[in-house]
């Protein structure tokens, strides 16, 4: 959910908000997928996208009138992101029993 025409999508479900409530501030914040090379799940069929990817995906909200800003992620390098830990703890759970 991460290339251009996802983010027109996007833009196209915004624009009305903007125009149609009075005085409407609308953010929108990128978050890149942090992988956590899941071999199984909802998980595994996501993977972390390329910068380019992010930021094209911003530039199309921007040019559609969209405030969006990118994240910076953090943890990721010690797989501490936003539940990472949880689902790591999962899987060890899962190989235990």
């Known amino acids: 959910n991460d290339s251009v025409e996802h983010a027109q999508h996007l833009a196209d479900f915004c624009r009305p908000i903007l125009d149609d409530v009075k005085d409407a501030k609308l953010i929108v914040n990128l ?3 942090n992988d956590i090379n899941a071999q199984s ?3 595994a069929k996501y993977g972390k996208p390329t910068a380019e990817r992010v930021q094209n995906f911003q530039r199309t909200m921007a040019d559609n ?3 969006c800003y990118i994240r910076t992620t953090r943890g990721d ?6 539940g990472m830990l949880a689902t ?8 235990l029993q």
């Open 65 to 67: 009138g969209i405030l």
């Open 31 to 33: 978050i890149p997928w």
């Open 77 to 82: 390098d010690e797989n501490a992101a936003c």
């Open 41 to 43: 799940g909802p998980a």
């Open 88 to 95: 790591q703890k999962r899987s060890k759970a899962n190989l």
